[in-house]
């Protein structure tokens, strides 16, 4: 009698869920194959999206693990069964897919095919392990993970736009213009809008005119004038970080007024918290 440990099979009952749910900016879209561990959908900071397959025990024998495309008895392709591509498999970790492979997960998957996931198990040389991911109960869950994704796009689209925003200042001035304050606005909105925006770092530079001792000060004030009016409009204090340079860092000459202008600057850059795929 051959050892059932030799096709050990994971999947789940007809009643299983996809779930959605929203963490930190993140959208992830999940099910768990009964006895096996996790698979799940997840938005990245680059306006993509990754899929992982994480065991409870990673019992995939090292190398690439096998997808297939599987219709399921009702499935109008059925009994259709076609090998797709090989995913990434990091022995202990799990089994991952970037972009383009995630994305024709989801589609196969809002088709009606299950994901089988295949590879010689890690104990026994002639076992093989197989893993079913369902179709069922996936498009509810998929559109509203969709819906999130494209509000991260959105919100990537604004955090490329306002990252690294100057602030520019009058000669040996501290005060923030009318000019500036729609900026900051934006900036404030959109760190409020995102909670995977951890940091605001805000730095302050004067052109080359004056002691440095002086243009420190100066530039701090300069950084600390900004922090303010960006804590003013509901930005989290501890998500603010100010420096100041005085002239060390222009960025344009400073023999020239126009240059002098633009090294009259405080910079505010926007970071970004990594979503790593976790395993729970």
Known sequence: MDDPLTRARFGESLNGQWRFDEVDGTCRLERS??????ARFVTTLSGEVAFEL???RDLLAAGPVQLSRVAPAWHP???LNEPMHDLHHVTGTGVSAADAQAT?????????FHQVLHNPGFYDGGSTVQVQISAINFRAAYRRFMACFQRTTASLASFAALDRSRVLFEVDKDQLSAAAIPRLQAIAKLVQADPSVNKVYIDGHTDNSGAERYNQGLS?????????QLQALGVPKVKLVTRYHAHRYPIASNSTVQGKQQNRRTTVRLARAAPGLAAN
């Open 220 to 228: 701090k004030r300069r950084a600390q004038a900004v922090a303010a």
């Open 54 to 56: 994480v065991g409870v």
């Open 104 to 112: 024709r997960m989801l589609m196969d998957l809002y088709a009606g």
């Open 33 to 38: 194959p009964v006895a096996y561990g996790t």
């Open 77 to 79: 392709l059925y009994p």
